[in-house]
């Protein structure tokens, strides 16, 4: 008896077998499906991006807002309605530095921008008291502290700030600043 109508007897082991069996099968074509183990492409931050964009067009705005005024007493600033017992607290370190920006070496452009990414970076991680040392300027021209006055000054222009001091010494004294944010 023979078996596919070609006249030729099965092999008597299976592998043999399957073998004889499968002589006319061709593999079938490839389907047009997604490969699952290909790996996802990485999500877009969005948010971030959006985030990154408010803080260039506010920096936008205070290049051009020509405000030159300056601050009375530029080593302590705290919003209105808020108890003055914040501000010894913070010059005291009661709340613990939880972040730093060290701004030396930089332009006053360049230090301006990266004050608000900070900023920014540490209110999406829900940073409540950081450190920004912007040195005392002793190395720009005619010695001016050209940093330490464009940073506190773009601190009282940002909401999230709610106060800042110049620290004791050990903390950065005249070439840094406490800032306690929002919540």
């Known amino acids: ?12 082991d299976d592998a043999a077998l399957f073998r004889f069996e499968m002589r006319d099968v061709a593999p079938s074509k490839p389907v047009n499906r997604v490969e699952p ?33 300056e601050i009375e007493d530029d080593s302590l600033f705290l919003r209105p309605g808020l108890p ?24 006053a452009d360049e230090a301006a921008l990266e004050t608000a990414a900070f900023l920014a970076e540490c209110r999406r991680r829900g940073l409540r008291c950081v450190r920004i040392v912007h040195g005392k300027g002793l190395r720009s021209r ?7 006055r464009r940073i506190r ?30 919540a």
């Open 84 to 107: 003055r017992e914040i501000l010894r607290k913070l010059r005291r370190t009661h709340w613990v530095i939880q972040d730093q920006l060290d701004l030396h070496g930089r332009g």
């Open 1 to 12: 008896m023979s078996k596919g109508g070609r006249g030729a007897a099965p092999p008597p």
């Open 142 to 148: 005619g010695r001016e502290p050209v940093l330490k």
């Open 37 to 69: 183990w290909r790996p996802r492409p990485s999500p877009v931050p969005a948010q971030r991006l959006a985030d990154e964009r408010a803080v260039l067009e506010e920096l936008a705005r205070l290049g051009l807002d020509g405000d030159e005024a």
């Open 153 to 182: 000054k773009l601190l009282t222009r940002r909401a999230e700030v709610l106060a800042f001091v110049e620290p004791r010494a050990i903390h950065g004294g005249g070439g840094a600043v406490v800032v306690l944010l929002e």
